[in-house]
């Protein structure tokens, strides 16, 4: 017969500890991960299956396997304990925001521009607000959203379906500059074509860190330039660095300009590639300081 009290007996950590073997599929390594030895991972696993009246698990002395019943449990727990963390973690957001406290996610190429002359102006105008800037790269940021591990993200052209309910508000408009050394020939010239820059050795962000590059490079192969990448790096300092001691050219957002790196000169393009930038939020009810945070970000 059903215990209808059965159900009650079972915890959270007892469900962590099955997702993790799950995971594993060896008691060794899973017993390791959660930094504990393997006989109280056993006794765990099997209350939870004593619980629940099923085997969880196929043991033989050369492997561990899922039952049906355990693959099962496995969906279901890892949107449990999913929906578990972030709820903690809203809650946590939500004591921040009482705190006058913000976690801002935030791309490299941001940090020069009006993004921090209006965060600026905000805490002046709110002196008891701090935040935090984190430096995550764009592929990270709507996880950490997800996560609440950051309120607000800062990012560059957003694509809106990559996830439904993340809302975003434009900070500024910006376009794409090409950076050459100081010697070059093209600095003769007052603009430059896509297709002057055929032959160049290009510089470019990260395609693993950015989803911004892959955009930039796509938009070069739709006007017909397939670009020549030497060096892939993860921030535009490092770019420039690269361009200052003549290892070729880099398309960047034009407020890096703002960086004055000796020996590189910024050019403008004959096509325009966007650089815009905006903020992310998570879609739901936003605390008050969130809201006025925002507001004060907003490209008039």
Known sequence: MLDPQANSRVRLRMLRYFQILADE??????????????????VQIKELE????????????????????GKVLKTEVDRLLSATEQSLNYVRQ?????????NIGVIGSAMWGPLLTRM?????ANPDVNWTLHEVGQQEQ????????????????????????IRCQLIAREAMRVAVHENDPLCQRGTVSLKDLADRAFISLSFTHSDFARQVYDHCLERGVSPLITHQVFEPQTAL???????GVSLLPESCALIHWPGVVFLKLDETIPADLYALWYDEPLPTLFTHFLQALRDE
């Open 120 to 124: 600026k102006a905000f805490r002046e």
């Open 142 to 165: 709507i996880e950490a959203l997800r996560a609440r591990t950051i309120d607000i993200a800062i990012n560059r052209n957003v694509i809106p379906h990559v996830e439904s309910r």
């Open 94 to 102: 939500i004591g921040r925001s009482q705190k006058q406290h913000i």
């Open 50 to 69: 004593a619980i629940l009246g099923v085997e969880l698990f196929e043991r033989s002395s050369r492997k561990v396997a899922l039952t049906h019943a």
């Open 241 to 247: 660095a690269l361009v200052s001691t003549g290892n």
């Open 25 to 42: 599929l060896h008691f060794g390594r899973a017993a390791a991960k959660l930094n504990i030895s393997q006989p109280p991972l056993s």
